[in-house]
Nanobody
C-alpha cells in the first residue's frame, strides 16, 4: 500500500509562485509514474503534469512554461513548482502515483490565486 501526502498549497496573488510537494510511503515510488491533478470548483479533475520513472514529463497546455514537475527518488518526493500563477489555477491539487493497474491518490491541497 502506498500513501501520498501533499503539502505546499495556500493563498497567493496572481503572478506569484508556490511549490507543492508530495511524499510517498512504500518502496515502489521510484518505479511509479507520478502526477499532479487539479479540480477547480464545480469542474472535473484534470491532469496538470506527470513524470515517469525515467524522468519524462508531460504538461497540460495551460501550464506549459509556468509549471515544472520534478521528482527526488531518494526522498520519495514529487514536486510541482508553479510560477506566474493565475486566478484560473485556483483548485484543489492532488498527487497521484500509478504503476500498471495500481493507482494511489493523496488527500489534496488547496491552491487559491487572488487577482
Amino acid at each position: 500500500q502506498v500513501q501520498l501526502v501533499e503539502s505546499g498549497g495556500g493563498l497567493v496573488q496572481a503572478g506569484g509562485s508556490l511549490r507543492l510537494s508530495c511524499v510517498a510511503s512504500g518502496r515502489i515510488f521510484s518505479i511509479m509514474t507520478m502526477g499532479w491533478y487539479r479540480q477547480p470548483p464545480g469542474k472535473q479533475r484534470e491532469l496538470v503534469a506527470d513524470i515517469t520513472s525515467g524522468g519524462s514529463t508531460n504538461y497540460v497546455d495551460s501550464v506549459k512554461g509556468r509549471f515544472t514537475i520534478s521528482r527526488d527518488n531518494a526522498k520519495n518526493t514529487v514536486y510541482l513548482q508553479m510560477n506566474s500563477l493565475k486566478p484560473e489555477d485556483t483548485a484543489v491539487y492532488y498527487c497521484n502515483g500509478r504503476r500498471g493497474p495500481l493507482g494511489y491518490w493523496g488527500q489534496g491541497t488547496q491552491v487559491t490565486v487572488s487577482s
